[in-house]
């Protein structure tokens, strides 16, 4: 009878004891989540880990992004690192912020909030909400405050004040960016951006690039897609695709910057076709191209040919000025370049009304002789020329010409109404595009044995 009483009394005992853990295991779901935090494999975990000032994770959509995004954000307030074996960021309360680049309903209560809540228990934080009923700040359970903030707002209300770190959430304006690192500078307080790259091409030129090409010491780039995600099936993900375009697909996907999607210039590629600048010898011919504007900057490429006949951007100006200080410009430039041959303007230059006559006769009076730049119907197979002398690696640009360089990466077609790209540039990023096929137009080759080049630039009238 006692053995089998003792067998009772042990039996009861383990009950207990696997009650008491169940209930701390509730407890610990309900109040502290944040314990139990596993990062996935990837992106999620090295994120985690960095310690770079920027921090830049670009993804596909539901690949985890946003929930690491919390993670981060909750290591920062609460002082505490989801891995035991490593030092939390900071051991202080803090002053911070969480933007959203998709508006307050969206972005900050239907997402940003909700994820918080997934990632950590109910007594980590609390939501303040404004006059207007809208959430407005986080205060944590360790005296961190949080502002909450939303790309409706104006530039302005991202200016002034000072922050410890921040989260961006969605790509969000430049002009919201610079103000909050500016805000972050006094303190070298580190920042997030997580997004799907849907908008705002300029974070592909001034962080991306910078970073995967390691220009930019203080950008880390991180990249992932949803099959990272390990909460979410292929079943689903191969239903997610199926209603997606091709273009989609590379971007919501897989991640990839919707500003490469429909390029003019699609075989340009930064790794291969962007050198280091070296002096132009006396003996390469010199091609340069004006394409001058009223209201906005004038434009002016330089292209060398070598004796290989490999071409090099070797030269570029993007300035707003008068057309004679422009043309005083040029003049200077060109006395590093004593082998000048041709020089060719916009048709536009031959339109009155710049100083009562023509820009082309202004740029005479100052001693710049012009060709006008063959241009009508020459549009698309310039563009065919671009292209084939990329694709051939027969043309490379110096890294000093970053004008020329962004409108190479952000030259893109236009879109139909059922956001298709259609067979037509849109009128943006295309100045030194311009130049650039007038002067593939005039095929520049690079002339040896009898042949020579006239070092003196000349006059030519086209009709």
Not at 48 to 63: F, H, V
Not at 213 to 222: A, H
Not at 315 to 338: D, G, S
Request: hydrophobic share 35%.
């Amino acid at each position: 009878m006692s053995q089998d009483r003792n067998r009772l009394v042990q039996e009861r005992l383990k009950k207990e004891a696997a009650l008491l853990k169940l209930r701390e295991l509730q407890r610990v779901a309900l109040n502290d989540k944040f314990r139990l935090f596993v990062p996935n494999p990837g992106f999620q975990a090295d994120i985690l880990e960095a310690n770079e000032r920027i921090l830049l994770a670009i993804a596909g959509n539901q690949s985890g992004k946003t929930t690491i995004g919390a993670a981060w954000a909750g290591e920062n307030a609460l002082m505490r690192s989801v891995d035991k074996n490593r030092k939390p960021r900071f051991n202080r309360k803090t002053h911070s912020f969480i933007v959203s680049g998709q508006g307050m309903k969206t972005g900050i209560e239907n997402t940003i909030i909700p994820k918080l809540k997934q990632v950590m228990g109910e007594n980590d934080f609390k939501i303040k909400n404004n006059s207007n009923g809208s959430p407005s700040e986080i205060l944590w359970s360790t005296g961190s405050v949080t502002k909450l903030l939303t790309q409706e707002q104006d530039d302005m209300v991202f200016e002034g004040a000072t922050y410890d770190w921040g989260w961006i959430d969605e790509p969000v304006r430049r002009g919201i960016f610079v103000g909050l690192v500016r805000g972050l500078m006094a303190k070298r307080g580190p920042l997030l951006m997580t997004g799907t790259p849907i908008a705002e091409p300029w974070i592909y030129n001034e962080l991306y690039l910078p970073g995967v090409t390691g220009k930019n010491k203080n950008v880390r780039v991180f990249e992932g897609t949803v099959y990272e995600n390990k909460a979410i099936s292929k079943e689903s993900i191969e239903e997610f695709i199926s209603s997606l375009t091709q273009d989609e697909i590379e971007v919501r996907l897989h991640g990839k910057f919707s500003a490469l999607q429909g390029r003019v210039i699609k075989e340009f590629d930064h790794n291969r076709h962007i050198i280091k600048p070296f002096d132009i010898p006396f003996d390469w011919p010199i091609w340069l191209s004006i394409d001058p504007h009223r209201g906005k900057p004038h434009a002016v490429l330089w292209l060398a040919v070598g004796p290989d006949n490999k071409k090099y951007i070797c030269n570029e100006l993007f300035l707003p000025t008068t057309i004679r200080a422009l043309a005083q410009k040029i003049i200077n430039i060109n006395k590093e370049y004593p082998n000048v041959v041709d020089c060719l303007i916009d048709t536009s230059a031959q339109e009155d009304g710049w100083e009562r006559i023509s820009a082309r006769s202004v740029m005479e009076d100052e001693g710049l002789y012009t060709s006008l730049a063959q241009k009508k119907n020459k549009k698309t197979s310039g563009i065919l020329l671009i292209n084939d002398e990329f694709k051939r690696d027969n043309l490379f640009v110096f890294n000093t010409c970053t004008r020329t360089i962004k409108e190479l990466e952000m030259y893109t077609y236009k879109r139909n109404r059922d956001n298709i790209f259609i067979d037509e540039p849109r009128k943006e990023w295309d100045e030194m595009m311009d130049n650039l096929r007038y002067i593939l137009t005039e095929n520049p080759t690079h002339i040896t044995g009898d042949g020579f080049y006239d070092t003196i630039p000349y006059y030519r009238n086209k009709k």
